[in-house]
């Protein structure tokens, strides 16, 4: 049977995270948040799950109807949302590893889309896929695009639709697909991350309970010389990012990547002054 290797967030080095990734894939860290934080985040996001309904609202084609779900609650933008998730994208932890893993490929890397998920009961299993695959243009010899996270803001477990995850399947031929056998679900309770790359499988799980609810929030990095699938800039207005930490402000796109996404052939931080 396949396994994740699990770490406990206060004591994890960005090193150990890196070597799990490199072997399997992905990495199971407990305690990757801290209790208050935990709290903020599914406080702060609370006030948005339920005024805005399941499914998607404006769908780019059917196909993404049925990748998303038609009972989870999905919306992007959190910087805008919670405070919480400021602190969040700060933590050391997660951009340690997006620089032992991206930084050898790029000059800086970009958060990619940040997204609350909450799989209610009645939802089906969503097929497996990469997430690297939103890029399907790259040629196959190409280097790591993505590290993400998928952070457990209630308790996950196999009957409330727990992560799926293909350990090693970073590895395999792109037109592999996983045996039964090969799957496992990423079981893990609140206040832990499903780190993994953008080159391995997984997909969100079946919620076969009858009145539970799995809230997980989902966030990575991408190299920065890529268009990322969240646009940063119409989901987190310029007013808000204004006042936030000049790394956040780098990450949601107004550091140019050398002579990609300049303003005037210049940074564009400058129009946070």
Same mark, same amino acid.
């Given at each position: 049977?396949? *396994?994740?290797?699990?770490?406990?967030?206060?004591? @994890?080095?960005?090193?150990?995270?890196?070597? +799990?990734?490199?072997?399997?894939?992905?990495?199971?860290?407990?305690?990757?948040?801290?209790?208050?934080?935990?709290?903020?985040?599914?406080?702060?996001?609370?006030?948005?799950?339920?005024? &805005?309904?399941?499914?998607?609202?404006?769908?780019?084609?059917?196909?993404?109807?049925?990748? %998303?779900? *038609?009972?989870?609650?999905?919306?992007?933008? &959190?910087?805008?949302? *919670?405070? /919480?998730?400021?602190? &969040?994208?700060? &933590?050391?932890?997660?951009?340690?590893?997006?620089?032992?893993?991206?930084?050898?490929?790029?000059?800086?890397?970009?958060?990619? @889309?940040?997204?609350?998920?909450?799989?209610?009961?009645?939802?089906?299993?969503?097929?497996?896929?990469?997430?690297?695959? +939103?890029?399907?243009?790259?040629?196959?010899?190409?280097?790591?695009?993505?590290?993400?996270?998928?952070?457990?803001?209630?308790?996950?477990?196999?009957?409330?639709? +727990?992560?799926?995850?293909?350990?090693? /399947?970073?590895?395999?031929? !792109?037109?592999?697909? $996983?045996? !039964?056998?090969?799957?496992?679900? $990423?079981?893990?309770?609140?206040? /832990? $991350?499903?780190? %993994?790359?953008? *080159?391995?499988?997984?997909?969100?799980?079946?919620?076969?309970?009858?009145?539970?609810?799995?809230?997980?929030?989902?966030?990575? %990095?991408?190299?920065?010389?890529?268009? @990322?699938?969240?646009?940063?800039?119409?989901?987190?207005?310029?007013? $808000?990012?204004? @006042?936030?930490?000049?790394?956040?402000?780098?990450?949601?796109?107004?550091?140019?990547?050398?002579?990609?996404?300049?303003?005037?052939?210049?940074?564009?931080?400058?129009?946070?002054?």
């Amino acid at each position: 049977m396949p *396994s994740l290797e699990r770490l406990v967030g206060p004591t @994890t080095t960005a090193e150990e995270v890196n070597a +799990a990734l490199d072997r399997d894939g992905a990495v199971i860290v407990e305690q990757a948040i801290d209790a208050e934080i935990l709290a903020g985040l599914n406080a702060d996001l609370d006030q948005f799950v339920d005024d &805005l309904g399941v499914g998607l609202r404006n769908p780019v084609n059917d196909r993404m109807v049925a990748f %998303y779900g *038609s009972s989870t609650v999905r919306f992007d933008g &959190l910087p805008a949302k *919670s405070a /919480s998730f400021l602190d &969040l994208m700060q &933590l050391p932890l997660m951009q340690d590893v997006a620089d032992l893993v991206l930084k050898p490929h790029c000059e800086d890397y970009l958060l990619n @889309t940040a997204q609350l998920i909450e799989i209610r009961p009645g939802e089906t299993a969503q097929w497996l896929h990469r997430d690297e695959e +939103a890029w399907p243009h790259m040629p196959p010899e190409r280097p790591q695009l993505e590290v993400e996270a998928m952070f457990a803001l209630t308790d996950f477990t196999t009957a409330n639709g +727990a992560t799926q995850v293909v350990p090693g /399947s970073h590895r395999w031929e !792109p037109d592999r697909e $996983a045996a !039964p056998h090969e799957i496992l679900q $990423a079981e893990m309770p609140a206040g /832990s $991350a499903l780190v %993994y790359l953008g *080159s391995t499988l997984h997909g969100g799980g079946a919620n076969t309970t009858e009145s539970t609810r799995r809230r997980g929030m989902f966030f990575g %990095y991408v190299v920065g010389w890529l268009r @990322t699938e969240e646009n940063m800039f119409l989901t987190v207005p310029i007013e $808000a990012v204004k @006042t936030m930490p000049t790394r956040v402000q780098e990450l949601l796109g107004y550091k140019p990547h050398g002579p990609i996404g300049v303003v005037d052939v210049g940074t564009p931080m400058v129009l946070l002054t």
